[in-house]
């Protein structure tokens, strides 16, 4: 076939396929932005719906608050903590379980008991005086998840002092729950961000994988820093951070840190300065962000060589106090900058 007459017949055919594309674009879902307060923190959350579901999200939302939030004076764990109602609900019962085993698998690092001390250190939802060490030996007797049970869907306690505090946690578990949400609707692109707590799965708006970046660890209480450590490219799983460099207090001219080891009774002074994790989902990924802040660098590596569907960067101080990072082998796919 001629060139000229090849090239007459290719125009038309690319014609038809531009306003094709065009209008099938222009058939699909807008992306929605919704954002707000929640958990004492922020959430901004974009999806592609044909409506908005902010009322929906929302509401979703405040059943996580009425189950898990220790602020909340009508929640299921205020009534716990209480001794005023031991009875909980689904919602209570997921966290409940997931928390043990994430505890048995760092070996108490991570646990939900650890209220009395997050208190009495003054990150919690009760204030205390600055704790002394006789103050601490004292909580630490009623410290541990194998102080609490779960049967028939009541809490026993082996102590009533016990108290739970699911912060470590409940983020993590929200930002599940508006997935959970999107999934149902059939949802197919979808960014959650809860406090930095994330979920990812599909594209964003320019048709592109979620690019999400990861602070510097500098002090920064306002969290006015937006310094990048670096960027990644993520979908399809849920991802949380921990670190010390945004809730913490000087006193004496020492830092204490929120991060509270519940095996000590101390705030953790270990070199990790930042924990990222990957997970299947966000509420996993959280709890151990938490976990590697109290195990520390070389642990917290250990049980990501033994979970290899975990992955994890570490922004630490190395040996000569310069900042330095760590990743796992599987969390190279999505380092782009």
């Known amino acids: 076939m001629p060139a000229n007459k090849k090239l007459k017949w ?70 716990i903590n209480n001794n005023t109602d031991n009875t909980v609900d689904s919602m209570f019962t997921r966290v409940f379980l997931l928390s043990k085993s994430i505890s048995a698998e760092t070996h108490g690092a991570f646990d939900i008991t650890v209220a009395p001390l997050v208190n009495a250190w003054g990150f919690g939802f009760k204030h205390s005086s600055f704790p002394d060490s006789t103050m601490i030996d004292s909580l630490k007797q009623f410290i541990g998840i194998d102080k609490i049970n779960l049967e028939n869907g009541k809490i026993t306690k082996k102590d009533p002092r016990v108290m739970l505090d699911c912060s470590s946690v409940a983020k993590g578990f929200g930002v599940d729950c508006v997935a959970r949400l999107f999934d149902r609707k059939g949802i197919k692109n979808y960014m959650i961000d809860i406090g930095g707590e994330l979920s990812m799965k599909g594209q964003n708006a320019q048709m592109e994988t979620w690019r999400i970046g990861i602070n510097k660890p500098i002090d920064d209480s306002l969290s006015v820093n937006q310094e990048l450590q670096t960027i990644l490219e993520i979908t399809n799983v849920g991802m949380a951070t921990s670190g010390n460099y945004r809730n913490f207090y000087y006193k004496d001219g020492k830092k204490y840190a929120h991060t509270i080891d519940p095996r000590s009774g101390y705030p953790v002074q270990h070199n990790i300065l930042s924990s990222t994790v990957v997970a299947r989902d966000c509420a996993t990924a959280d709890a151990y962000a938490t976990s590697f802040m109290v195990l520390g660098l070389d642990s917290a590596k250990a049980i990501c060589a033994a979970h290899p569907e975990l992955d994890a960067y570490f922004i630490y101080s190395d040996e000569q106090g310069k900042t330095n990072t760590f990743f796992t082998e599987g969390m190279k796919k999505y380092i782009k900058k």
Request: charged residues 20%; positive net charge; proline residues 4%.
């Open 10 to 79: 290719q125009v038309p055919f690319l014609l038809v396929l531009i306003v094709g594309t065009v209008l099938i674009l222009r058939k699909q879902a807008p992306y929605q932005t919704d954002q707000g307060l929640v958990f004492g923190t922020m959430y901004k959350i974009t999806y592609q719906y044909k409506e908005n579901l902010k009322e929906e999200i929302e509401a979703e939302l405040q059943k996580v608050d009425n189950s898990l939030s220790p602020f909340n004076k009508k929640s299921i764990i205020t009534h």
